[in-house]
């Protein structure tokens, strides 16, 4: 059974992350149930067990909020529910909440339970101002955050900087803890071709044949550096004529969209709204630069796997998860500088032949280190190794 206390599926970060796994789960002979809010998208030839909704709240569940209280009380009554009907071999647990529900089916029923963990517990609700960096609520849910993070028997994080989080400042068992990269599937995300018609597209969004694009594909909030994104936009604009920034994502739209023509930059700033994940890569190919300016110190950053995918030459903050994902291919900026994120793209944009071959440099990282057939085999030794135990 797969645990995940997010509104699945919804086209970015983590529900990437949690498809990909439970696609490479079903190759290699598993039969995942995916338990999740009630909200999301249907995923063809994949079992999802819903919640039921509250009344008082239809939307779309993205990071902290005090709605996913009662989303994660009517999810721990519905997983107990299907459990009672079909016993797991494995429970896999996304996020923490997912982790602390999982905890007690897992006891239950006395099967293993692993740990996706996607970012510190306290940190993500900092980094959706959900709790402030001096409250004094800061140490119990550190508290709460440490008391989770040990409890699984297996844990998977997305980088080794997150290991080496959990390892030392969470006290967790280095022998539980196993690096399981974002994965990309290299096939969809691809370097564009003459016969890809980006000019068409382009067209449709209203942009010119002519321009270069700087292109970001996420989630719009601080924490995901939009504000500092549209920042560095404003400084481009003034010296590149022709340059136009296409921002795709969700949620905030409106929010930024309006920032972006107080700023004066409605005519050079594109929002498409929600991308589908199966239409990514075909958006992604206008771009000529790819930008990933999260300023989240705990968090993966999947997206910069599909753009390396994409062979697209990349500026992300200079952050420990950003370098192992890019390495020395990826063009670094001073984190939360936005200056300094308009120069590294500058840098690019003014140097094309250096920017191709990085590009091409990032495909091949991509394909060497971050598609499902290098990393479908360790999840299957996870997988046996906890089942085993059990």
Same mark, same amino acid.
């Given at each position: 059974?797969?645990?995940?206390?997010?509104?699945?599926?919804?086209?970015?970060?983590?529900?990437?992350?949690?498809?990909? *796994?439970?696609?490479?789960?079903?190759?290699?002979?598993?039969?995942?149930?995916?338990?999740?809010?009630?909200?999301?998208?249907?995923?063809?030839?994949?079992?999802?067990?819903?919640?039921?909704?509250?009344?008082?709240?239809?939307?779309?569940?993205?990071?902290?909020?005090?709605?996913?209280?009662?989303?994660?009380?009517?999810?721990?009554?519905?997983?107990?529910?299907?459990?009672?009907? $079909?016993?797991?071999?494995?429970?896999?647990?996304?996020?923490?909440?997912?982790?602390?529900?999982?905890?007690?089916?897992?006891?239950?029923?006395?099967?293993?339970?692993?740990? +996706?963990?996607?970012?510190?517990?306290?940190?993500?609700?900092?980094?959706?101002?959900?709790?402030?960096?001096?409250?004094?609520?800061?140490?119990?849910?550190?508290?709460?955050?440490?008391?989770?993070?040990?409890?699984?028997?297996?844990?998977?994080?997305?980088?080794?900087?997150?290991?080496?989080?959990?390892?030392?400042?969470?006290?967790?068992?280095?022998?539980?803890?196993?690096?399981?990269?974002?994965?990309?599937?290299?096939?969809?995300?691809?370097?564009?071709?003459?016969? +890809?018609?980006?000019?068409?597209?382009?067209?449709?969004?209203?942009?010119?044949?002519?321009?270069?694009?700087?292109?970001?594909?996420?989630?719009?909030?601080?924490?995901?550096?939009?504000?500092?994104?549209?920042?560095?936009?404003?400084?481009?604009?003034?010296?590149?004529?022709?340059?136009?920034?296409?921002?795709?994502?969700?949620?905030?739209? *409106?929010?930024?969209?309006?920032?972006?023509?107080?700023? =004066?930059?409605?005519?050079?700033?594109?929002?498409?709204? $929600?991308?589908?994940?199966?239409?990514?890569?075909?958006?992604?190919?206008?771009?000529?630069?790819?930008?990933?300016?999260?300023?989240?110190?705990? *968090? =993966?950053?999947?997206?910069?796997?599909?753009?390396?995918?994409?062979?697209?030459?990349?500026?992300?903050?200079?952050?420990?998860?950003?370098?192992?994902?890019?390495?020395?291919?990826?063009?670094?900026?001073? *984190? =939360? +500088?936005?200056?300094?994120?308009?120069?590294?793209?500058?840098?690019?944009?003014?140097?094309?032949?250096?920017?191709?071959?990085?590009?091409?440099?990032?495909?091949?990282?991509?394909?060497?280190?971050?598609?499902?057939?290098?990393?479908?085999?360790?999840?299957? $030794?996870?997988?046996?190794?906890?089942?085993?135990?059990?």
């Amino acid at each position: 059974m797969i645990l995940a206390p997010t509104s699945f599926f919804a086209d970015y970060g983590c529900h990437v992350r949690i498809l990909n *796994e439970v696609l490479a789960l079903q190759r290699l002979g598993h039969r995942p149930t995916v338990c999740t809010y009630h909200n999301g998208e249907g995923i063809d030839g994949l079992r999802i067990v819903r919640t039921p909704s509250i009344p008082w709240r239809h939307r779309y569940e993205v990071g902290s909020s005090l709605h996913k209280l009662a989303f994660d009380v009517l999810l721990s009554i519905r997983s107990l529910a299907w459990t009672l009907r $079909r016993k797991p071999d494995v429970i896999h647990a996304h996020l923490h909440e997912g982790a602390l529900i999982g905890f007690f089916l897992s006891r239950l029923w006395r099967v293993p339970l692993i740990f +996706d963990f996607q970012g510190s517990l306290a940190s993500e609700m900092m980094d959706h101002g959900f709790l402030a960096p001096d409250s004094v609520l800061c140490r119990p849910w550190r508290n709460l955050e440490k008391l989770i993070d040990r409890l699984p028997d297996s844990i998977i994080v997305s980088s080794e900087h997150a290991a080496r989080l959990l390892h030392h400042e969470f006290g967790c068992n280095e022998k539980k803890i196993h690096v399981l990269p974002d994965t990309v599937d290299t096939d969809l995300f691809r370097p564009r071709t003459a016969e +890809d018609h980006v000019n068409d597209l382009k067209h449709s969004l209203g942009i010119s044949p002519q321009s270069e694009v700087v292109i970001y594909l996420g989630l719009l909030a601080e924490y995901q550096g939009t504000t500092l994104l549209l920042k560095a936009a404003q400084e481009l604009v003034r010296r590149y004529a022709d340059l136009h920034f296409l921002v795709m994502g969700h949620p905030n739209v *409106e929010r930024y969209r309006k920032l972006a023509a107080q700023m =004066g930059l409605s005519e050079r700033v594109t929002f498409t709204g $929600r991308i589908n994940y199966p239409e990514a890569g075909r958006y992604l190919q206008i771009g000529d630069v790819a930008v990933g300016p999260k300023v989240s110190a705990t *968090e =993966g950053s999947g997206k910069l796997a599909n753009y390396m995918a994409m062979g697209l030459p990349t500026v992300a903050f200079d952050t420990a998860v950003s370098h192992e994902y890019l390495g020395e291919y990826g063009k670094y900026a001073i *984190e =939360g +500088d936005h200056v300094s994120l308009a120069e590294a793209i500058a840098s690019l944009l003014d140097n094309p032949g250096r920017a191709a071959t990085l590009g091409m440099r990032l495909r091949e990282r991509a394909m060497e280190l971050y598609s499902w057939s290098v990393h479908e085999q360790e999840l299957s $030794r996870i997988y046996s190794a906890v089942m085993a135990k059990g």
